[in-house]
Every structure is written in C-alpha cells, then in structure tokens.
C-alpha cells in the first residue's frame, strides 16, 4: 500500500481525452482507446467519432453575405397574416429563443414566402455561431502526462510556474505534478457545459428538417428543393472549384482537404488531399497527442513523436481557400500524409 499522498495514476492504464480547455470541452476516445488505436482503425470507419470537421469548419454562409436564392411569391398572389408582416417582424418571431428549431422549419413549410425567410434566419444563425473548436486551443491529453505541452504553458504561464516550484520541491512533495493536476481539471468538465459537443449546427439544422418533412405529405421535386436549400445554407465553399484546408494559426501551416458526400449529400467523409485513407480526425490526432508512451520510446521513435504532438495546444480551422489569402503559410499536406503513412506501415493491426 503506498504512503498517503503518493500519487497513483499511473497504477490504472492511461486514459486519453481530446481537449478543448478554453471551452471547457472534452471527448473521450473511449475506455482503453489509445491514439495508436484509433490511428490503426479502418481507413474510413470512424470519422466521425471525434467529428472535428463539423468542430473546425466555417461554412460559406458564415463568411459571406450572400441572401437566400430562394424565389418567393409573385405580387398577384395574396398573403396570409403573418406573409404581410414586415420583415423585420419575421425575423423577431424566428428569432424568438422559446422557439425550437423544428418550430421554425414548420413555419417555412407554411409557403414559399415564408420558407425564403426561414431561409435567411438559418443563415443568420450560422453567422452568428462560430463552429465550437474554431480558433481554440486543442490538444489529446494522456492521464500519465508529466508536463504540459509548450502551447499551453503560453496560454497558462501560471502553470509553467507551478511546475518549476514542484520540480523544485519534488523531493519533499510527493503528489501529483501539477500537469496531471491541470490535465485532470480540463477532464472533469461540468456535464452541461459538454452535453451538446456532438451537436453540431449542421446536424441540428439538418435534423430539425428531416423530422418536419417525414410527418408532412411533401414529396417529390418539392421535397428536393428543400434539402437543396438547406445543403446551399451549409455549402462550404462559393462553387465547386474551391477547395478546404485546415489551416493550423499558430504556425501558419496548412493541409489540402476532399469531400466525399453520401448519395444524399447529408453525410460527409473528409479525407487529406492525395489520400484515400486518411481522414481529417486522424490527420489532426496524430499532431495534437501529449502524454506519455506505454512502452519506452526515445526522442525520434514514432511512439515518442506520438505522444509529444508538435502541434498539441495550437488552433486551427477549416475554411476555404477562396476566403482568405494563403500567402507566407506553408503546405504540409504531403508531410501529413508521408508522416501517417509511416506510421500506418510500421504498425498495421
């Protein structure tokens, strides 16, 4: 039995959590999940299981001030009540936070008119809701960490101190260093704080439409006008020749993204440019992972460069390249993929 104080953490196995401590986030990879594991899993299988894209990727609707495209009544056709209010007034209504987001897709299933402005409140909602990780610090954090990465100790100089007074200490102190005290903190998030991570604007939008149109007799070309109304809202470039990148702030770096949509364009698989195999979770952990190797690993080893993630503690975004000027940031997308390459030759399940 150890003597009171003794810090016992690295008497469990490692448990492993994706951060976003501005936030006040965290998302498991699951109990006994390791990065290694899920940088092994299947090519495609999993992308959504930390969903970063829809956590990092700005829609063109949030960027632009483009309108809806959608027509709206000719002026021989007579309005209901709430079509002649002004449109200052819809937009009040829409607006209204006792509303649900079913509430205001079935008012715009009431008319064309009225869908046109459900339309413009849609995109108003995503200007004014920034994807949740965008531009924040993130990092995969391991329980067995001893020190924090050199990202965070900028953002926290607070606790670069209270490290050196414990390493100072550390013959006469024998609890928990204060990394692993911070690390535990960013885990134990409030529950309400971190209930709606896996919700993402896109999905509840999505969502909201989907419920309204499976218990209304809509159908046919009707029906796919809709969808295609909403898909343009969350459009995540101006047209087809643009291209995304993740672009990482910190040090001006970026990678090439390609999306690849399921047959009704609802669901989406992010792959880094050249690759058919690796998706933008994986890219991503395999640069943002801290903690410690379970197996002896020296400065160089891939385990060592795994687990001391060069990039831990950075932010980034996904944006389109037709939104901003990419000149003086570096390329990286080869590197990405060489680097998981390596990795996945050298450690196939």
């Known amino acids: 039995m150890c003597p009171p104080g003794v810090d016992q953490t690295c008497r469990t196995s490692q ?30 299988q999993g992308d959504t299981t930390l969903g970063l894209f829809d956590k ?18 000719g002026e021989n056709v007579s309005l209901s009540p709430i079509e002649r209010l002004p ?22 299933l009431c008319s064309r008119y009225l869908w046109s402005h459900t339309m413009l409140h849609v995109r108003r909602n995503v200007r004014e809701s920034p994807p949740a990780w965008a531009r924040q610090p993130l990092l995969c954090s391991g329980t067995w960490l001893t020190e924090l990465p050199p990202a965070i100790y900028e953002r926290y100089p607070e606790e670069q101190k209270r490290q050196e007074v414990y ?16 690390n535990w903190n960013a885990v134990s998030v409030d529950d309400e704080l971190n209930k709606h991570i896996d919700r993402s604007i896109r999905q509840t939008w999505f969502d909201a439409l989907k419920t309204c149109v499976d218990s209304s007799d809509i159908s046919g070309a009707m029906l ?15 047209d087809d020749s643009s291209q995304l990148i993740l672009r990482n702030l910190d040090t ?10 399921s047959i009704d364009r609802h669901m989406l698989t992010i792959l880094v440019m050249g690759s058919e195999w690796l998706t933008l979770d994986k890219a991503l952990l395999s640069k943002i992972c ?8 020296r400065p160089g080893d891939m385990e060592w460069k795994l687990n001391h993630g060069v990039w831990a503690g950075h932010t980034f ?17 080869r590197t990405i993929v060489e680097d998981n390459q390596i990795w996945r030759t050298q450690h196939r399940s």
């Open 224 to 238: 796919e006008s809709l969808w295609e109304d909403m898909l343009e809202v969350f459009a995540l470039a101006e």
């Open 15 to 44: 448990q492993w959590h994706l951060l976003a401590p501005s936030r006040h986030q965290r998302l498991s990879l699951g109990p006994r999940k390791t990065p290694e594991a899920f940088l092994r899993g299947a090519a495609i």
């Open 56 to 73: 990092l990727a700005w829609p063109y609707a949030a960027l632009s001030q483009t309108t809806s495209k959608v027509s709206v009544l």
């Open 167 to 182: 390493q100072k200490r550390v013959g006469r102190w024998y609890g928990p260093c204060p990394a692993r005290v911070w």
């Open 290 to 297: 801290w903690g410690t190797p379970v197996r002896n690993a």
């Open 317 to 333: 975004d996904v944006i389109s390249d037709d939104t901003i000027n990419i000149d003086g940031w570096k390329d990286v997308t």
């Open 252 to 261: 001006r770096e970026y990678f090439r993204l390609s999306v690849r949509s």
């Open 87 to 108: 449109t200052e007034l819809l937009a009040m209504i829409m607006d209204d936070q006792e509303l649900q987001t079913t509430d205001v897709i079935n008012i715009g």
